[in-house]
């Protein structure tokens, strides 16, 4: 709500402000699956080394790198870097040759859901919930922060067709 008026943005229309089209909504959504148990993470990590699984220790490189990648990005995480986060678990499994292609924004989406769900955790999204804000309300807030600008010349009217 801004200044007493409510505004609001469907789920596809968000989506495509981003670039993701029909196909990446017609795609396997993570966060409808059950978190991963850390058993069954087996896959992800080096045979024959000791491993606790669920963390990022003893991982296969290429998951390791993907894990630190996502806490900074895609799935933006602070502190505990000795445990792979509940649904990370499920987003690095998502990357293995074997399994179908995901969602990204749903991904994002439900993050976000999650976020604003508990207030103890940091929104790594929040520059992107602020571009959304300032394109569908057409004002500018003041931040006392100044944001790298999140630069996009995507028509997401069009995607939406």
């Known amino acids: 709500m801004t200044e007493g008026k409510w505004y609001k943005i469907r789920y596809v229309e968000f989506a495509a402000m981003f670039g993701f089209g029909r196909a990446d909504s017609q795609r396997a959504r993570i966060h409808i699956s059950s978190p991963l148990p850390k058993q069954e993470m087996k896959c992800l990590y080096l045979p024959d080394r000791e491993s606790e699984f669920g963390g990022p220790k003893g991982l296969i490189s290429f998951f390791g790198y ?22 990370g678990r499920n987003l690095l499994l998502a990357l293995t040759p074997s399994e179908p292609e995901f969602s990204v924004f749903d991904y994002i989406w439900e993050e976000i859901k999650a976020i604003s769900e508990s207030p103890q955790k940091c929104c790594g999204y929040g520059a992107y ?6 394109q569908r309300t057409n004002k500018r807030f003041e931040c006392d922060y100044t944001h790298t600008s999140i630069n996009f010349k995507l028509d997401y009217h069009n995607l939406l067709k």
């Open 66 to 87: 993907l894990n630190k990648f996502f806490r900074k990005t895609l799935a933006p995480r602070e502190g505990d870097g000795h445990n792979i986060s509940v649904y």
């Open 129 to 134: 919930l602020m571009y959304m804000i300032d």
